[in-house]
């Protein structure tokens, strides 16, 4: 008996019959728009990328106008004109000059530096502050008229494009031109274009100069453009075009377009694998099983962010403030299922983790002001009993001056550390403290010279109290009285930067590298008797007050001895007493 079909086969086999020309007409459009597709996306790179450097082109070109406008600016003319006469103010033509410089040059979309130089006067004025002024200029090369690519200290390694004009125009040399206009600008300039470029895109451009130079994009495959390279010194390359290329067992197409201004080849490459995959998609989406497990996929990808993602997302975002030190943060989110759970004992837990931070923080603050009030008032006996002994046996020889001296400096000296109401003074009261310490140490080491330079501005300046005076009795007691040469103290200040800096040097025989090394090496270990208590307490006092950058350094001092560096942020400008000066005998 013949086998007969069902119903269910002969749909499937009609589905099938069905199917196969539709497979061979789809195989047939599919490769001829696969082919048209691939021409209208090479058309559109290669047009998008004359279009990109048209644009870069035409920022070039005005900056290479600049020279130009300068040239023919009447305050500049009569600059140049003007230079030696007796009733003209150079000096305010010159910074006059200089200001037109930087408008013009920050009115630029670009960042670049705008330079006039005087090669018979030696005179360079610029809207670039580290150029403005120099004489180190030269004044022997030959002038650039064209874009030049160079590379000069300061450039990070990145370089920059000169062009220059010349007065008179037949000038070779810079030092045989009148005056000279140079436009400068970074190439960092255009890696931001090309970043700007290659953003939502899937290429890769770069930029190929003369004798093998190579400008990439910030995140450009490095070697990848080396090929390239290798391959165009091949071949004579016109204006533009494109080329495929193998590297690394993959087609790339390559397109380039040489600059008008800078000579330059702008080139782009991408797989054509990359080309050809919106039509493989197509393809691919063309067969309904596929179109069916991508609809599955999506919702079970839907399903698994909306309860997995999302629930976890929330608690790498909270725990990543808590480890950034925001221990206020919670997890406001409901997830209706297992994740409910979760995200309720990590709030429980970063609740209960910023109660015993703060409380140990609390804690710890306490403990530093006690202990900065137990250092404050408590009296050093052998400095105490020295003191009285001296005051004893300048009476026994009735040396009342001698007397008199060391009490009065002896006095102002317990009743300043003795008061702890008040932890943050300025800086002139410390100097105060320090003068009559080294008075008291004056009048019982006869040798021991000191000076005190501070400026102005610093005396005003906020400090935690007894800052100073243990660097002072440090100097004194490792340094001068460990050596019968050593006799001096220097003490100065300095300000840079939106940073304050104290200098404490002295003479004394100072210490071996290993020993300076160690010594620094443990103002950042908890404190211990070997750098002891006053030492460690005046770093950390400046690091915990000032924050990151401030605190106490140690240095070999010039003088032969140790210097120590005590630095911490400026505060708002104050009005400033008389400076102390001193320079004691």
């Not at 497979?23 to 082919?35: A, C, E, Q």
């Not at 209706?336 to 603050?365: C, G, H, P, S, W």
């Not at 005396?459 to 800052?467: H, M, Y």
Request: charged residues 20%.
């Amino acid at each position: 008996m013949p086998y007969k079909l069902n119903i269910f086969s002969k749909i499937l086999v009609l589905l099938v019959l069905l199917l196969i020309p539709i497979v061979l007409l789809y195989s047939f459009t599919n490769r001829i728009t696969n082919r048209v597709v691939q021409d209208q996306i090479q058309s559109s790179n290669l047009n998008q990328l004359s279009f990109f450097m048209h644009q870069l082109d035409a920022d070039v070109e005005r900056l290479a106008m600049s020279p130009v406008i300068l040239g023919s600016d009447p305050y500049v003319r009569e600059y140049i004109d003007r230079y030696n006469a007796p009733d003209y103010d150079m000096l305010k033509e010159q910074s006059r000059i200089i200001q037109k410089l930087s408008l013009q040059s920050v009115s630029s979309g670009w960042v670049n530096e705008l330079t006039i130089a005087t090669p018979k006067e030696k005179q360079v004025l610029s809207s670039s502050i580290f150029v403005n002024g120099t004489d180190s200029w030269p004044w022997q090369r030959a002038i650039q008229r064209t874009w030049t690519y160079e590379q000069r200290e300061g450039d990070k390694g990145l370089g920059s494009f000169i062009r220059e004009i010349s007065e008179p125009i037949r000038a070779q040399t810079v030092e045989q031109a009148n005056v000279l206009y140079q436009v400068r600008f970074s190439v960092q300039n255009m890696i931001q274009l090309l970043d700007v470029y290659k953003k939502d895109k899937r290429s890769d451009p770069f930029l190929l100069g003369e004798q093998q130079a190579i400008l990439l994009n910030s995140s450009s495959n490095a070697s990848i453009a080396s090929i390239i390279r290798a391959e165009f010194e091949k071949k004579g390359l016109p204006d533009s075009g494109q080329l495929q290329i193998d590297i690394q067992k993959q087609e790339y197409l390559v397109s380039y377009v040489k600059s008008e201004q800078l000579g330059w080849y702008l080139v782009d490459y991408v797989p054509v694998q990359k080309i050809l995959a919106p039509i493989t998609m197509t393809r691919n989406l063309f067969y309904g099983s596929i179109a069916l497990l991508l609809m599955l996929s999506v919702l079970a990808a839907f399903l698994l962010y909306r309860n997995v993602q999302i629930p976890i997302g929330k608690m790498i975002q909270s725990v990543q403030k808590v480890k950034r030190g925001d221990l206020s943060a919670r997890i406001d989110y409901k997830a209706k299922n297992e994740f409910d759970f979760l995200i309720q004992r990590f709030n429980e837990m970063a609740t209960q983790i910023q109660v015993l931070v703060e409380d140990v923080y609390v804690e710890k603050i306490r403990s530093r002001e006690a202990t900065l009030k137990q250092l404050q008032s408590q009296i050093h006996p052998h400095f105490l009993y020295n003191s009285l002994f001296f005051i004893i046996n300048s009476a026994e020889m009735e040396d009342k001056e001698s007397v008199v001296a060391m009490a009065q400096n002896l006095a102002e000296f317990y009743r300043y550390t003795t008061r702890v109401e008040k932890q943050t003074v300025r800086l002139q009261e410390e100097l105060h403290l320090v003068t009559h310490y080294l008075n008291i140490q004056q009048l019982r080491i006869h040798r021991l010279t000191y000076d005190i330079a501070i400026p102005d501005d610093m005396l005003n300046e906020q400090v935690p109290r007894l800052i100073l005076q243990p660097l002072v009795e440090n100097a004194i007691v490792h340094g001068i009285e460990r050596s019968i040469a050593s006799n001096r103290i220097t003490i100065t200040g300095e300000q840079e930067d939106g940073w304050n800096r104290v200098i404490v040097e002295d003479s004394g025989p100072g210490l071996t590298l290993e020993g300076l090394a160690k010594l620094t090496k443990q103002l950042q270990s908890p404190m211990s008797d070997d750098i002891g208590c006053g030492t460690w307490n005046v770093h950390h006092r400046l690091l915990y007050q000032f924050g990151e950058g401030s605190g106490l350094t140690f240095h070999l001092s010039k003088q032969g001895g140790l210097r120590a560096d005590l630095t911490w942020k400026r505060e708002t400008r104050q009005e400033a007493l008389p400076a102390v000066k001193e320079n004691r005998p």
